[in-house]
């Protein structure tokens, strides 16, 4: 009996509601707030304000959970979301510099670095 596939089916269920889950904080009033906060000077802009970034990655992330439940759009789910994961990497490390303005979205960098690695890690895994 291979495990390979049950192990599979869980790690997709679990990573599916991770994201879901951490989408709809993007639309938090406080969370929100914070996230806004985290998005690095470079990409502060009059067009484009880190409000509207907050909620692209908030629907981005709740897509991508959604995706992952659905076989047809699994694959393509698992690119976008480890896109995402790089992408949002660096005002993740931005907050980590600044634990006291952040508070506990700031994870250490070697930490969040790590986080994402093995998230990345388990959805390749979920797309073999």
Do not use: D, K, Y
């Not at 009996?1 to 904080?25: D, E, H, K, R, Y």
């Not at 959604?66 to 698992?78: E, N, S």
């Amino acid at each position: 009996m291979n495990p390979f596939p049950l192990l599979q089916s869980i790690l997709t269920v679990v990573l599916a509601i991770m994201f879901i889950g951490m989408g709809v904080l993007h639309f938090l009033p406080g969370p929100a707030r914070t996230m806004a906060a985290m998005i690095p000077g470079p990409l502060r802009g009059n067009v484009i304000t880190p409000r509207m970034l907050v909620v692209f990655t908030g629907v981005c992330e709740i897509a991508g959970g959604v995706g992952l439940l659905v076989p047809p759009a699994r694959l393509a789910a698992v690119v976008c979301l480890i896109v995402f994961l790089v992408a949002v990497f660096p005002a993740n490390a931005a907050a980590a510099r600044q634990p006291e303005r952040f508070g506990r979205l700031a994870v250490p960098f070697v930490p969040r670095l790590i986080g994402q690695l093995v998230l990345i890690l388990a959805l390749v895994i979920v797309a073999l």
